[in-house]
C-alpha cells in the first residue's frame, strides 16, 4: 500500500512539472542579437534558473545578447528593440536582463508590453533596484531581491554568477489583469543611456501563462 502511494505521489508531481514547464514559453530571440557580452564559461542554449526555462542564443563566440550601446553604434541617444511574442493568456514575463555600466537615473529603461485589443503596459525598470551592472564593480551593484507583490508590478532575482565576478539577473513583469484573456503581441524594450551610462543588454526572453 505504501508503495502504491508513493508511487501515486511520484505521478501526481511528475504531471505537474510537466504542466508548469508546459505553462512556460521561452522565445527565441535570436533574430535580433548583435552582441558577444560574455567569455565561454557564461551559460547558451537552454537554460534552467529559479525555476524558469530560457532559451539564450548565440555561444561564446558568436553574438549571443540584444545590446543597446550596440544598436546606438556605441553613442548615445534613445534605441530600442521589439521582440514578437504571440502567445495568449500571459500572466508573467521572465527577461534575463543586465547593463553594461551602470545608473540610478530614473527614466533610462523602460519595457513596454502590447497585447490585443489595447491591452498594454509599460515598466521603468531603476538601476539598483530592477537591474544592475553584470560586472561587480564600480557601477550598479544591488537588486531589491524581490518577486513581483501582485498584478501590475515586477521584480527581480539573481539568475546566475560564474564566481568571477559576472552575473546574469531575471527581472519578473506580472501582467495586468487585462492581458489574461488577451494575447501578448509583442515586448518593445527602450533605452535611452549612453556610453558610460547604464546601457542595457537582453539575453533571454520567456513568458508563462501562471503566475510568478
Known amino acids: 500500500m505504501k508503495r502504491v502511494n508513493v508511487m501515486a505521489t511520484l505521478l501526481m508531481l511528475c504531471l505537474s512539472l510537466a ?62 528593440v ?27 529603461l523602460s519595457v513596454t508590453f502590447t497585447g490585443t485589443n489595447g491591452a498594454t503596459w509599460a515598466y521603468k525598470p531603476l538601476g539598483n533596484v530592477d537591474i544592475r551592472d553584470y560586472n561587480q ?8 531581491c524581490r518577486l513581483p507583490g501582485g498584478v501590475h508590478q515586477a521584480g527581480t532575482i539573481n539568475a546566475w554568477t560564474n564566481g568571477q565576478g559576472q552575473r546574469l539577473d531575471v527581472q519578473i513583469f506580472a501582467l495586468p489583469a487585462s492581458f489574461k484573456t488577451e494575447t501578448l503581441l509583442s515586448i518593445t524594450i527602450t ?22
Request: proline share 5%.
Open 19 to 80: 504542466t508548469a514547464s508546459a505553462q512556460q514559453h521561452p522565445i527565441d530571440i535570436s533574430a535580433i542579437v548583435n552582441s558577444n557580452w560574455c567569455p565561454a564559461d557564461c551559460p547558451f542554449g537552454t537554460q534552467k534558473f529559479d525555476g524558469v526555462t530560457f532559451n539564450i542564443p548565440g555561444s561564446a563566440s558568436t553574438n549571443n545578447v540584444w545590446s543597446a550601446y550596440e544598436t546606438a553604434g556605441e553613442g548615445g541617444g534613445q534605441v530600442s
Open 82 to 108: 521589439t521582440i514578437p511574442v504571440n502567445v495568449a493568456n500571459v500572466k508573467t514575463v521572465y527577461t534575463l536582463m543586465n547593463t553594461i555600466w551602470g545608473s540610478t537615473q530614473k527614466g533610462l
Open 137 to 144: 564593480s564600480s557601477f550598479t551593484n544591488s537588486i531589491a
Open 191 to 212: 533605452d535611452n543611456g549612453a556610453s558610460g551610462v547604464q546601457r542595457s543588454f537582453l539575453a533571454a526572453v520567456t513568458v508563462s501563462t501562471r503566475g510568478p
